[in-house]
């Protein structure tokens, strides 16, 4: 079994990753701190996992909570339910939460973990390759607002990760490329050695053979760790695991959160800022075709846009909720694959950028 873990003083914690994990109830029961439990899972996972967590059944004062399946259902209405199904069980300020899911289960868990009686304990329990590698470590929880999505959330950390690989052969194959591109931004922004193992295994990864499945959601989580143990809160260096998130999040919205995976649309984003890298002069062609040719083998691309659609795009991203200085966009780049930085661009250049890609 591998451990990495999240540095930060008190609130450390591990981040346990093995082929198995769910069918040995010690490593989740550690860290279960009385006797009242409550899994939030959602319909699908539950129907797949749900019995796993069987021995909990058993040995705790247990509750499940199964909330309908997709992002649309991230809401506060879904935080309600949580709290009901709390508050009638009489949970006490010592009940802990396990997310048995995706991303959405384990920002809405974390979220609700962080507001019930002011804080409880949660783990979670992470089933798609982006939750393993991404969502489920570093504390950031979160649930949408009807126009903007993760604005309502707190910075609250959990008590343990438990990453079972097995879990992620039942991903279909969507879900898992869009949690590989994540895995590949780890490698541009933070570790060249990285990137290189990735690209030299990539076949092995797509037809995702455990071995190096947990290889790779091992080091990313060390790099997640690494960057959230520095800047917790985001006030520095975390900004940089937002490579391609600038583009992503205006083609998410451009072609609309139903049509487009996040996964896919920050894989067409780290090409275009491979390109903006390139554009700024940092990056050198070479390596920002690495980039561009180990996502192409993911079947990503940037796609065709036209002047009109562009400008919608530019206006998109000039709404995002990180936008300090107005008409400035915060652009994370790459000095070379494994070295990131920011720079502050104005509109006129990326319109300029994109225009000529
Ligand atoms: N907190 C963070 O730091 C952070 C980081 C990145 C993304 N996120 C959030 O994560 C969410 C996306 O997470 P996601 O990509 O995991 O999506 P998701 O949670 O919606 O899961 C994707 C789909 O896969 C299904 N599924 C989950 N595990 C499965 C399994 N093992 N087998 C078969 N099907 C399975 C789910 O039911 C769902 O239909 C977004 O809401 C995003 O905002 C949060
Ligand atoms: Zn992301």
């Given at each position: 079994m591998q451990v990495v873990t999240v540095g930060l003083g008190e609130r450390s914690y591990p981040i346990y990753i093995a082929?198995?994990?769910?069918?040995?109830?010690e490593i989740l029961t550690q860290h279960i701190k009385s006797n009242d439990v409550v899994v939030i899972s959602n319909a699908t996972i539950a129907e797949l996992y749900l019995e796993k967590l069987q021995f909990l059944r058993e040995e705790y004062n247990y509750d499940e909570i199964i909330l309908p399946d997709g992002e649309q259902y991230k809401t506060l209405a879904s935080l309600e339910i949580i709290f009901d199904g709390l508050i009638q069980n009489n949970c006490s300020r010592k009940t802990t939460l396990i997310a048995l899911g995706g991303g959405v289960i384990g920002d809405i868990t974390g979220f609700a973990a962080a507001c019930y009686q002011r804080g409880i304990n949660f783990i979670q329990v992470p089933t798609t390759l982006l939750a393993q590698v991404d969502s489920s470590v570093g504390g950031k929880t979160a649930v949408n607002h009807p126009h903007a999505k993760n604005m309502i959330g707190a910075f609250y950390q959990p008590q343990a990760v438990i990453a079972d690989i097995d879990v992620l052969q039942t991903l279909s194959k969507r879900q898992y490329l869009a949690g590989l591109a994540e895995v590949i931004k780890y490698g541009c922004i933070y570790d060249a050695e990285f990137f290189t193992w990735l690209d030299i295994n990539i076949d092995e990864i797509l037809q995702c053979d455990t071995r190096y499945l947990i290889t790779l959601v091992q080091r990313s989580c060390k790099i997640k760790a690494a960057i959230v143990s520095q800047d917790e809160t985001e006030q520095g260096l975390r900004a940089i695991l937002n490579f391609g998130h600038t583009f992503g999040h205006a083609l998410e919205v451009f072609h609309g959160y139903e049509n487009i995976l996040h996964g896919e649309a920050v894989a067409e984003g780290m090409m275009m800022a491979a390109y903006a890298s390139q554009y700024f002069g940092t990056l050198s062609n070479a390596e920002s075709q690495r980039i561009v040719k180990l996502l192409e083998k993911l079947n990503y691309t940037i796609r065709k846009y036209s002047a009109i659609d562009l400008e919608k795009i530019i206006q998109t991203m000039l709404k995002d909720k990180k936008i300090e200085i107005p008409g400035q966009l915060r652009l994370v780049l790459l000095n070379k694959i494994g070295d990131a930085y920011i720079k502050t661009v104005s509109t006129e250049m990326i319109s300029d950028f994109l225009s000529n890609l």
């Open positions: 082929k198995g994990l769910l069918s040995k109830p």
